[in-house]
């Protein structure tokens, strides 16, 4: 059996090794030749899993140290045979730790020192948003939820509808996955008509997905709406950035939000647990020593001196050709406790 492991997938090096010989190739690396006689495939965001790189293969399990799945053709993937895993929620805590402290530093830059009478909105509530929302709240902030397939699956009252935040919000937080069709496709979520439609936003912030929010639409709204600074760690066509955001965005970072090393752990914990249920393999599994779901109690000081974002600011704003570089050789922090 052979397993190809994208090489910037961190604590699995010489475990895989007792049940198949492994390559460990950077993502540009990991071509239609190159995984044409490759049973497995361990991949990140940047390798596009589909039938220009599986066709023909012998491979028949993908896993993706990652939350999100959209640079995977699923639907192909099914038809063909292949076995997709993620990793969902692995990082969540420290998106939520990433988010919460660009609010702090951004209320400390706008000489804002209560969180009473704040109102977030956080769209999309699944793994990231639910806890960005339960530390907001235990932090004095007033929180919306957005999210109409949770509203509908659950019937709950506690969803309110994206105008009523477009309308109310001071800051607004994006947490959805990407997708481009259906009920709830959320391809330019923030499009024109919202960031135009913004009555008291101050900061806006994308952590999810970059095609998420309308980059050009940001940039050429921005000066015109209630916006007074954007947050933006996942861009339109990475590692190519707009370079008018970049220079506008208070905290611009080569999307690390989620990169803590218990968030990475934790993705490949989960690669590895998928891989040895399927195939029955005894696996020395990482076991990682925080909460899933994050910090049952946490500060705003506590969040701010546990991550500065504005130091991957000023390094990625310093250099914007080094995106992917600045992003592989990140050097993992630690989740707040």
């Known amino acids: 059996m052979k397993i190809i492991v994208e090489k910037n997938i961190p604590y699995i090096s010489g475990i895989l090794e007792k049940y198949a010989e492994v390559s460990y190739l950077p993502y540009r690396e990991i071509t239609r030749e190159a995984v044409k006689d490759a049973d497995v495939l361990l991949v990140r965001t940047r390798t596009r899993c589909d039938e220009a790189l599986l066709a023909g293969s012998r491979c028949r ?79 004095g902030f007033k929180v919306l939820l957005n999210d109409p397939p949770l509203q509908r699956a659950t019937s709950s009252p506690n969803y309110v509808p994206l105008s009523k935040i477009i309308h109310d919000a001071d800051i607004v937080t994006f947490h959805t996955p990407l997708t481009h069709t259906g009920l ?84 490949t914990s989960m690669l590895l647990e998928s891989l040895a249920e ?27 001196s546990s991550y500065n974002p504005l130091i991957d600011t000023e390094a990625l704003k310093s250099s914007p050709e080094s995106f992917e570089s600045l992003r592989n050789n990140y050097a993992l922090r630690n989740e707040v406790k």
């Open 61 to 139: 399990f993908i896993g993706t140290a990652t939350i999100g799945t959209d640079h995977i053709d699923l639907e192909y993937c099914k038809k063909a045979g292949i076995i997709v895993k993620n990793a969902p929620g692995c990082n969540a805590p420290a998106v939520a730790q990433y988010v919460l402290s660009a609010i702090g530093h951004w209320m400390k830059k706008e000489y804002l020192f209560a969180t009473e009478g704040l109102t977030i909105g956080v769209v999309g509530v699944g793994h990231v948003g639910s806890i960005v929302a339960r530390w907001a709240r235990a932090l």
């Open 184 to 267: 709830d496709a959320t391809y330019h979520l923030a499009d024109r008509h919202f960031i135009s439609g913004l009555e008291n936003c101050k900061l806006l912030i994308n952590s999810s997905r970059g095609e998420v929010v309308d980059n050009a639409a940001l940039v050429e709204l921005k000066h015109t709406s209630t916006l007074v600074d954007v947050v933006v760690d996942c861009w339109e066509n990475e590692p190519e950035l707009n370079p008018d955001l970049l220079k506008m965005a208070y905290i611009a970072t080569p999307h690390i939000a989620g990169y803590s090393a218990e968030g990475k752990m934790r993705a």
């Open 278 to 304: 399927h195939f029955g393999w005894a696996l020395d599994i990482p076991q990682v020593d925080a909460p899933l779901k994050g910090a049952e109690e946490v500060s705003l000081a506590a969040i701010m």
